[in-house]
């Protein structure tokens, strides 16, 4: 199983980034996937998710809801995040994840992360 992340990097205040998460081993479609975020001199904070399915649900933290949207190829079995009106809050290091365990929303046991892609904002 490996998780790939790509397509970090600076951005303006107000731009718009998306982010890839190339997974191989295993089908995304058949998991449950997350978007999980690292702040400066923070911990680890969850971003979004995906439901398992063609047309799996998507769940949003209160800080990204309306401005960031999950999605996913599963012909390309790839994991998307794009993230629109990117603030100055907004910087860090942005993990796919793959849950292994749901204690509710927001609250997961992961089993397999990608390496992680950088998201820099700033005019």
């Known amino acids: 199983v490996q998780l790939v992340e790509s397509g970090g990097g600076l951005v303006q205040p107000g731009g718009s980034l998306r982010l890839s998460c190339a997974a191989s081993?295993?089908?995304?479609?058949?998991?449950?996937m997350t978007w999980v975020r690292q702040l400066p001199g923070k911990g680890l904070e969850w971003v979004s998710a995906?439901?398992?399915?063609?047309?799996?649900?998507?769940y949003y933290a209160d800080a990204v809801k309306g401005r960031f949207t999950i999605s996913r190829d599963n012909a390309k079995n790839t994991l998307y995040l794009q993230m629109n009106s990117l603030k100055p809050d907004d910087p860090a290091l942005y993990y796919c994840?793959?849950?292994?365990?749901?204690?509710?929303?927001?609250?997961?046991?992961?089993?397999?992360w990608g390496q992680g892609t950088q998201v820099t904002v700033s005019s």
């Open positions: 081993g295993f089908s995304i479609s058949n998991y449950y």
């Open positions: 995906i439901n398992i399915g063609d047309h799996g649900s998507t």
């Open positions: 994840a793959r849950v292994f365990r749901i204690y509710g929303l927001g609250e997961y046991e992961y089993d397999y």
